[in-house]
């Protein structure tokens, strides 16, 4: 007898448990509606020497203002620091963002957010490119494209080296302001 009492109260119990924290059905077709980004960086043939990027992170526009709060939206890189993107040409790329979740939203700008500890080697000696003065610590693409939720989307953002790094004689210094070109693709659905 005092096995089905026991029996008897943990089913109850459970039942209890189960009514109180189970899902709606909106609930459960909530992340039907999302949209998954993933963002590659590469970087175009170049006569260059090896180039250093501090990467910090990749956003995305979502508001027309662009000066309007919460008009960007980080899209929490995953290899962010130093990286060397001269090693990033023909089938290699480096993975930035991994299917970030998004809602459903258009797009009107991406871009690549640079740190100031970028820079070059020429001839075995480290060069600091300047992204703060001159430079361009935000690259960014105009993209104008519609995010629609449960599409996995695959955007690469390609590095044009030769036209990003330039000298200024009357600075005495390398300057980099990055000349990036964006592809979207829309994967699956």
Request: charged share 25%.
């Amino acid at each position: 007898m005092k096995h089905l009492q026991i029996l008897k109260i943990f089913t109850i119990a459970f039942l209890v448990l189960l009514t109180t924290t189970s899902c709606s059905k909106d609930e459960m077709d909530s992340n039907d509606q999302l949209a998954a980004i993933s963002v590659s960086l590469k970087s175009t043939e170049g006569d260059l020497n090896a180039v250093f990027l501090d990467l910090e992170d990749v956003q995305v526009r979502v508001k027309e203002d662009g000066t309007a709060p919460n008009a960007w939206m980080s899209l929490n890189a995953i290899n962010t620091g130093i990286q060397n993107v001269s090693d990033l040409k023909n089938d290699s790329e480096l993975l930035l963002v991994d299917s970030f979740e998004i809602e459903p939203a258009y797009i009107y700008e991406i871009r690549l957010v640079l740190g100031d500890n970028s820079f070059m080697d020429i001839n075995q000696i480290l060069v600091s490119l300047d992204v703060v003065e001159k430079g361009n610590t935000t690259a960014s693409n105009v993209v104008k494209s519609e995010v629609q939720g449960n599409h996995i989307y695959d955007v690469s953002i390609n590095l044009n080296l030769d036209e990003s790094i330039w000298f200024d004689e009357d600075e005495n210094m390398m300057i980099l302001n990055p000349k990036i070109y964006t592809e979207i693709r829309q994967i699956e659905y």
